[in-house]
């Protein structure tokens, strides 16, 4: 009983604590999701910010670029007859300014000295030297500058441009971005070019000095081949394109054409045995390039976790205190029902004596308790009585079943010497009927005077006819259990149809069979006797005691309707009986 009781109390802590915990697992789920969402939202807004802020920066580096270049290019243009001494003095001071690596003038053959074909006087920056500065003629002592994109270009445009970023060996010997403005003069002549390179190397620390994120690193694409201009890694710069990182960063390769078309936006990136990594992009519209962030999920939480903690502790620490009143409440509730379960032992037991007492009154437990008294008293006087009844139909039965066979047994012994008589197919089919409703009788008995199955009461009537041939007779139907009085009726019904085909239809020759079937409609359950058989039998008029039995005995008994269709083939009758007058469900 203690067991049963403990069993019952733990099943109902379980059904107050189980959805809590569930209710509070939902809870710190979508707590956590929307928290890790506004990390990510947070995250990529300090993205975007350092994107702007790097854009600014390299516009006004651009900008400071492009300012001296024009400049270079305008006084070079004013002042025709500068020698080479006041070149290199031009292009020296411009080297000076801040973030410019070098600058060169390169001019046209023969433009500069009508006996010197090419002539390019370069500056660029040398910490080795004092000076900081190297002086040299690119087409003298590194290369044939008319092939190159920072000359050949802006001459075939004849506007100033921005290159790609590229290597410039044997002049500036790093990788650097150049802008070059074409010296026109007023006849529209070609001149040369004035360039301002800007060292990739110097970009790459700015955008590094510049993240404000912690635990993450920064890249910078540029758009036109996805080239790396920036990398933590200076061996990636100009040496490896957007692609090659899709084996580090998986899912990168799916984001290249909006992040080398210009837009901004962020994926999530998971490599097999790594953790999880976040990158969001955002434009640099100015120089055509792309910024790429790349950091830990880890990092994306860490502003948040503290939150994310201090409500899971609050959580656990309300769930704990519902736990204790849960349990407390089952305990307290779980007291009284000790004597109801004492009492439900016995009564499952077969003891319907036993009685429920309980102190306290005016609860629902009290109610219980005087329902199941109550319950046991009634099952207790029920017992009793059926005890009884049973007792007293179980002699009835018997008593009229002898009866009803004594009488059945003597009215076909009349039938019999009445024979002698009267005609011989009246008595014959009286005697047959008269079987037929003792058969029906004990078929009765059988299933305990309550109801007959339909299809045994088919069978056994038949059953004389064809000596117990299972081809001969076809049954079709549904389980239909039919009242007394039905059963009765139907019996003699079968039973003349079964003795009119014996003689002179589907029973006669051996190749007839007969089909029962029935089914149900709106009007009731129609039943069918469909007779087939071949060779020539005798024409059965529709006349006689047998005849009137068929088209009588079911509307007089049971309100049905009757049909006769003496067809070639042989007898065709249908009825339709009421379902209330009929069958009762099977039980």
Sequence with gaps: MKHNQKRIKWTLFAAVSLPLCLLAAAIQFFNYKAINEQSIKHIEAIVQKEAVEITLDFDMLFSQAEQVAQLSATTIMNHPTMNIVDIFELLENNVQQKDIYGSCVAFEPFVFDSDLELFAPYVCDDESKSPPFRFLDIAEDAYDYRDHEWYKKPITLKKPIWTKPYFDEGAGNILMSTYSVPLINNKDEIWGVVTIDIALDEISAKSTSSNKLKGSSLMIVECNEGMLVSH???SYIMHNTLADLNSHYPGLINESSNILSGKAGHFKSTKPGSETMWIIYHPISTANWTLIAVFKNSSALTPMLKLIKSNALLLVLALAIMFLVVYFATTVVMRPTVPILAAIKKLSSGDFTARIHITKRNNELSSIADSLNTMASQIEDEITKTEKSLERETLL???????VKNMLAQIVTLCKQAKKSASEDSIEGLTHQINSLKLVHELLSKEGHSMLPLNELVRQ??????NNSTDRLVIDGDSIFLKTKAAMCLSLVFNELATNAKKHGAFLTNGGTVTVRWSSTENGLQI??????????????????GMQLLLDMIPFELEGTTNIDMAKTGVEFTTIIPFNAIMEPKQ
């Design 232 to 234: 933590p890694d200076s």
């Design 397 to 403: 039965r018997r008593e009229i079943d002898h009866r």
């Design 461 to 466: 009537c038949c059953a004389p006819f064809i």
């Design 528 to 545: 069918q006797w469909i007779e087939k058989h071949s060779g020539t039998t005798e024409e059965k008029k529709q006349s006689g005691f």
